[in-house]
C-alpha cells in the first residue's frame, strides 16, 4: 500500500512539475517585437560576388522539377561563381515545415511559399522572408508583374492586410489558371464548335446532353469548387473579387459574383449537366472518367489532367469572357511565391535567382516542359504542344484585361472547408445560393475579426 | 584537487551508509532500487507524454497560428467547442459511431459466440481466421476497399441492381442520410471479428461445472446464454467495450480516407476536426482543446466502464 502511494506521490509531483515547466513559459511562439527585415543597400552585379552557395527548397516534381532543374543549370552557367544546391519536397511537407526550415541557420535561402496568410503572411509575419521592395525597384519588377499578380505576394508592414504594401515574395515566368477542357473528338463529333461565352458553353452542354452525353465531368465528393469558382470569376471584377479575398470589409461574396455563381452551378446541377451521381465521386475518379471519355467538358485547374505528349491536342482548353463586358477575368497564380530567407547571406545573387525565374528564358522554359508561361508574350510554343497553346491563350488573354484572381481559399484558413461543405449541401438541397454566400461571408467576418 | 578527492568518496560514503540503513528496513531499499530502475523509463514518459500534454493544455487557452506570437484566449476555445454547431455535431455522430463501432459488434459477437461454442464445429479455426481478417488489416486498406465498394458503379450497387432493387441505389457516401451509417457499418465488420475471438477465449475459462449444472437445472440455451456465459464474460465485455468506445472517439482514419467529413459535415468527428485546425489551418488551440477534451472524454469513459465491470 506504502508502495502504491510512494509511486503515486511521484507520478503527481512529476505531473505538476511538468505542469508548471509549461505553464510558467510564457504565450507559445516567438516574443519581442515583430518587424520585417529589408536589406538596406542592393546590389544587381552577381559576376562580381565572389564564390556563392544558395540552398534551394522547393515542391516541384515532374515536369515542373524538370523546369526549375534547367533554370538552375543556366543560371549556375551564366555565372560560373554561383552553386545551387536544390532539394525538393513533397508539397504538403515543405507547406508544413517551412517555418521551421527558414528560422534553421542551416536552412535553405531560397524557397518556394504557398500564397495566402497561412503559409506566406505568416513566414513574412515571422520576420523570416525578406522585403523585396529594394530589388523590385533595381530589377523593375512593379513594370514586369501585372499588378493582379503581384498583389498575391503583399503585404503591408503592420501584416494586417494582404494584397497590397511590399513585396515579399516574387512569382516565377510560369501560372496555373482554372478554366474549361474539352474533349476535342466529342465536340466534333456532336458538330459544336469550342464555346466562346458562357452562353455558348450552354448550348453546347444542352446538345451534349440530348444527344446522350455527358455535358460536364464532375466529382464533387472531395473536390468540388473548381467549377464554382471558374464561374464566379465570370461574374464579378477583378478588382471586386481580389479585394473581397484580401479582406476588404467593404467587399461581400455576394458582390464577388459568388451568389450568380452558386445559382448557376445549382441550376446546372439540376439539369442534370454533371456526372450523374457526382456526390459519390471524388476528384481522382472525376478527372479519369473526364481523360477516359466520359464527359464533354471540364472545369480543371490547368496542369492537373496530367496529360501525356500523346493525349496533347486531344483535350483543349477554354478561358470564357466576362459575361457582361468585353475583358477576361480568371482564378491564376504563379504555381509557387519565392522567397528569400531573411537569414540568407547573399540576398543580392538569390534576387538575381529570382529575377532569372521570371526572364524570357524561364518562359520559354515553361513552354518548352509542357508549362504555361507567365509574364512575357513573345514565346514559342511546339506545334506538337496542343493543348499547351490553348491553355496559353487563355493566360495571355487574362493577361491582357489584367484579370487574374487568387485562388479564394486565401480568404481565410477555413474557406475552402466551407466552400467543399456548403457546394455539397447545395446539391443535396440543404441549402440555397444565398446561404452559401451568407456561410462564405461569415466564415471571413469570423476569421478578420480573429486577425486583428 | 583535493576537492575533487572528497566529492569522488562521497557516494562510496553515501552507499555504505544506505546499505547499513537498508540492513535495518529491507522494503525501503526494495523500492529504492525500484525507483532507481523505473527512474529512466520515467523521464522518457515524462519527456514524450506528460510535457507535450501539458503544453498541449497550455496551447487550448490560446489562439495561435503556430509560428508569430499567440494571444491568450482564457476558455475561449472550450466555450466554442461546446457552442459551435458544427463541431457539437461531430460529438452526435460520435454517438452514433459509438453503436457501430461498439454496440453493434459486441452484441453480434455474443451471439455469434453463444451459436459457435455450442458445438464442436469442423474447421474453427477457419471461421474465426476469416472473421479477426480486418482486425489484422491496415485501417486505410480497409477503408479504400469500402470506398470502391459504396461507390456509384461499385459492388454494392451493383448487387442491388442485379436483385433488381435499383430504387436503393444511391452514392452511399456522398448522401448525407446514408454517409454516417455506411461508414459505421465498416467499423461493425472490422470490429465484429475482434469481439468474437476475445468472448471466444472468454467462454473457454468458464467452467464447465456451470453450463452442467444448468443443463441438469433445466435451462435451455437462451437461459444459460444469460445465466451462464453473459456473466463469465463481464471482463471481456468490459475490455471490449473500452478499447472499441475509445475507437470509436479517435476515429480518424476512416473518415479522412472515405469521405474527409462530408458531404458537408455530415461525418466529421472530433478527430478529423482536430487535424483540420492542427495542421490545414494554423488553428493550434482550437485544437489543442478538442484533444484535451477527447482525452478526458476517453478517460472518463474507460473509468467507468472498468467500474462498472468491477461491481459485483
Redesign the interface.
Given at each position: 500500500m506504502r508502495k502504491h502511494r510512494l509511486a503515486s506521490r511521484t507520478i503527481a509531483t512529476a505531473t505538476v512539475l511538468t505542469a508548471l515547466f509549461a505553464a510558467a513559459g510564457c504565450a507559445p511562439g516567438p516574443s519581442g517585437t515583430e518587424s520585417a527585415s529589408a536589406p538596406t543597400s542592393v546590389s544587381t552585379d552577381v559576376a562580381n560576388a565572389g564564390q556563392v552557395t544558395l540552398k534551394l527548397s522547393d515542391f516541384w516534381g515532374g515536369s515542373e522539377g524538370e523546369w526549375i532543374k534547367s533554370m538552375i543549370t543556366a543560371f549556375e552557367k551564366q555565372y560560373p561563381n554561383v552553386t545551387i544546391e536544390r532539394t525538393q519536397e513533397d508539397w504538403g511537407q515543405l507547406t508544413s515545415t517551412l517555418n521551421l526550415q527558414l528560422s534553421d541557420a542551416d536552412g535553405p535561402d531560397l524557397a518556394t511559399a504557398n500564397n495566402g496568410w497561412q503559409s506566406l503572411g505568416t513566414l513574412a509575419k515571422g520576420n523570416l522572408v525578406l522585403n523585396l521592395d529594394e530589388y523590385s525597384k533595381a530589377y523593375g519588377w512593379d513594370s514586369l508583374i501585372p499588378s493582379t499578380i503581384a498583389r498575391q505576394n503583399e503585404f503591408t508592414t503592420d501584416f494586417k492586410t494582404i494584397g497590397s504594401g511590399s513585396l515579399f515574395a516574387t512569382p516565377v515566368a510560369r501560372v496555373s489558371l482554372i478554366g474549361i477542357y474539352y474533349n476535342v473528338d466529342k465536340l466534333t463529333q456532336l458538330g459544336i464548335a469550342p464555346p466562346t461565352t458562357l452562353a455558348e458553353f450552354e448550348a453546347a452542354a444542352q446538345k451534349a446532353k440530348d444527344a446522350g452525353e455527358i455535358p460536364i465531368a464532375y466529382g464533387s465528393q472531395d473536390s468540388p469548387t473548381a467549377v464554382l469558382l471558374g464561374l464566379q470569376a465570370l461574374y464579378a471584377s477583378a478588382d471586386t473579387i481580389n479585394n473581397f479575398t484580401y479582406g476588404d470589409s467593404s467587399v461581400t461574396a455576394a458582390q464577388a459574383g459568388l451568389n450568380e455563381a452558386a445559382q448557376t452551378v445549382k441550376k446546372w446541377n439540376d439539369a442534370g449537366w454533371f456526372t450523374p451521381h457526382h456526390e459519390g465521386i471524388n476528384y481522382q475518379d472525376a478527372v479519369a472518367n473526364f481523360l477516359d471519355g466520359k464527359g464533354v467538358f471540364r472545369f480543371e485547374y490547368t496542369g492537373s489532367l496530367g496529360l501525356t505528349d500523346k493525349q496533347q491536342g486531344t483535350f483543349k482548353y477554354i478561358q470564357l469572357p466576362q459575361v457582361t463586358g468585353t475583358g477576361t477575368v480568371g482564378v491564376g497564380a504563379a504555381p509557387a511565391a519565392m522567397v528569400i530567407a531573411s537569414k540568407c547571406k547573399h540576398p543580392d545573387v538569390a534576387a538575381a535567382f529570382l529575377n532569372f525565374l521570371m526572364s524570357k528564358d524561364a518562359a520559354q522554359a515553361s513552354a518548352d516542359n509542357g508549362l504555361i508561361p507567365l509574364l512575357h508574350d513573345d514565346v514559342t510554343i511546339a506545334d506538337s504542344m496542343a493543348t499547351l497553346k490553348t491553355e496559353a491563350a487563355g493566360a495571355a488573354q487574362i493577361s491582357a484585361s489584367n484579370g487574374f484572381v487568387p485562388y479564394f481559399d486565401w480568404t481565410s484558413p477555413t474557406m475552402l472547408d466551407t466552400l467543399n461543405q456548403q457546394m455539397q449541401m447545395l446539391y443535396a438541397g440543404k441549402t440555397t445560393p444565398d446561404e452559401l454566400v451568407a456561410a462564405v461571408d461569415k466564415d471571413r467576418t469570423t476569421f478578420l475579426e480573429q486577425s486583428k | 584537487m583535493s576537492h575533487l578527492i572528497a566529492r569522488a568518496t562521497l557516494p562510496g560514503g553515501g552507499a555504505s551508509q544506505a546499505r547499513r540503513r537498508a540492513n535495518h528496513n529491507p522494503r525501503r531499499r526494495n523500492?529504492r532500487i525500484?525507483?532507481a530502475f523505473?527512474a529512466v523509463p520515467?523521464v522518457f514518459y515524462?519527456v514524450v507524454v506528460?510535457?507535450p500534454?501539458?503544453?498541449s493544455?497550455?496551447?487550448s487557452f490560446?489562439?495561435?497560428?503556430?509560428?508569430?506570437?499567440?494571444?491568450?484566449v482564457g476558455l475561449g476555445n472550450y466555450i466554442q467547442f461546446f457552442t459551435d454547431p458544427v463541431l457539437q455535431s461531430t460529438l452526435s455522430h460520435v454517438l452514433v459511431l459509438i453503436f457501430f463501432f461498439s454496440l453493434l459488434p459486441i452484441v453480434l459477437g455474443l451471439l455469434s459466440t453463444a451459436l459457435i461454442t455450442r458445438r464442436r464445429l469442423a474447421g474453427m479455426a477457419g471461421y474465426r481466421f476469416v472473421y479477426f481478417l480486418p482486425q489484422v488489416l491496415t485501417s486505410v486498406v480497409v477503408a479504400l476497399v469500402f470506398?470502391r465498394i459504396?461507390?456509384?458503379d461499385g459492388a454494392l450497387n451493383a448487387l442491388l441492381r442485379s436483385v433488381g432493387l435499383d430504387a436503393l441505389t444511391?452514392?452511399?457516401?456522398?448522401?448525407?442520410t446514408w454517409a454516417l451509417p455506411a461508414l459505421g457499418l465498416i467499423g461493425t465488420w472490422a470490429t465484429f471479428g475482434f469481439c468474437m475471438v476475445l468472448f471466444i477465449s472468454g467462454v473457454s475459462s468458464i467452467p464447465t461445472e456451470l453450463y452442467e449444472a444448468a443443463r441438469v437445472d433445466g435451462a435451455g440455451p437462451v437461459r444459460e446464454f444469460f445465466a451462464v456465459t453473459l456473466p463469465g464474460l463481464r471482463p471481456q465485455i468490459a475490455v471490449a467495450l473500452t478499447l472499441t468506445v475509445t475507437g470509436a472517439l479517435r476515429t480518424f482514419d476512416l473518415v479522412w480516407v472515405t469521405?474527409?467529413g462530408?458531404?458537408?459535415?455530415a461525418t466529421l468527428t472530433p478527430a478529423v476536426a482536430l487535424y483540420?485546425a492542427a495542421?490545414?489551418?494554423?488553428?493550434?488551440g482550437k485544437a489543442a482543446a478538442i484533444g484535451i477534451v477527447m482525452a478526458l472524454l476517453c478517460l472518463v469513459i474507460a473509468l467507468a466502464i472498468g467500474r462498472v465491470a468491477e461491481r459485483d
Open positions: - | 523500492r525500484g525507483l523505473v520515467l515524462a506528460l510535457v500534454l501539458a503544453q493544455f497550455q496551447y490560446y489562439n495561435w497560428d503556430g509560428v508569430s506570437r499567440a494571444t491568450w470506398k459504396y461507390s456509384p444511391r452514392s452511399w457516401l456522398g448522401d448525407f469521405t474527409g462530408g458531404p458537408g459535415t483540420r495542421f490545414v489551418n494554423p488553428q493550434v
